[in-house]
């Protein structure tokens, strides 16, 4: 389930990712939008039909990417050929990840280092027209994994952090540590979540803390 108009004044479209495909977000306020994920660049067409469904390709300013691994990052190059107006924001980590190769991304299967034009760091925040985007840095799926957080409506966009039903990211790749996710876990439970926007599966909306917990504790059955 992708429900939109949940942000008090910012629209949010959800494309549901096909096959192992991160799921891609549109944030949208007035004339402007910004991407959060790309998929892996196999399903072009169908996310170009998608995004052009609700936007305008030039509303595109920023490309924001959860983390650093190809499923999530491997179809930047198409979108900022498409997107010719939009930016390329990540936390440092991933950008140091994808520069050095690091298993499992984008750029140890071949694909160029994307352009990075705003680097990201944990509490800072991104605004799009009068909302506010915080930054929640979130390692132990990956070394570059981040939320994106909306206070007022207290809404995460999670990443491979944390999924519906109590799910998490995976800590057996190059750069994760379960002991970090639940770190991480255990920082997110301490906001108010109501609704979740993880990078794979559905969306969650009312009940996205109780998700979250219970995700927190399998987490913890896990170290």
């Known amino acids: 389930m992708f429900p939109n108009t949940f942000f008090a004044t910012m629209d949010v479209y ?40 609700h936007i305008d390709l030039d509303a595109v300013t920023y490309i924001i990417l959860t983390h650093e691994h190809f499923d999530h990052t ?43 034009h705003r680097i990201l760091g ?7 027209g009068s909302s506010q985007l915080e930054v929640l840095y979130t390692p132990g799926h990956s070394l570059g994994s981040m939320c994106l957080y909306d206070k007022k ?32 876990l255990a920082k997110l439970m301490k906001l108010k979540i109501k609704n979740l926007c993880p990078g794979h599966g559905p969306s969650i909306m009312g009940q996205g803390k109780t998700h979250l917990n219970l995700a927190y504790q399998n987490a913890l059955c896990c170290l």
Not at 87 to 114: D, F, N, W, Y
Not at 122 to 128: A, M, P, T
Not at 157 to 163: A, Q
């Open 14 to 53: 959800g494309i549901p990712g096909l096959g192992i495909d991160s799921n891609i977000y549109i944030l949208q306020e007035g004339k402007q939008a910004f991407l959060v994920d790309t998929g892996m660049g196999t399903h072009n067409d169908y996310i170009q039909n998608n995004i052009q469904r």
């Open 74 to 116: 491997g179809g930047i190059d198409n979108l900022t050929e498409i997107c010719t107006n939009a930016q390329v924001c990540m936390h440092r980590k991933c950008k140091s990840a994808l520069e050095k190769k690091i298993a499992g991304t984008s750029t140890a299967m071949g694909k160029p280092m994307p352009m990075v």
């Open 122 to 128: 944990d509490g800072d925040v991104i605004k799009l």
């Open 153 to 184: 409506t207290e809404t995460l966009i999670s990443g491979d952090t944390v999924f519906s039903n109590g799910d998490f990211g995976r800590t057996d790749l190059e750069g994760g540590d379960p002991r970090e996710l639940v770190k991480s």
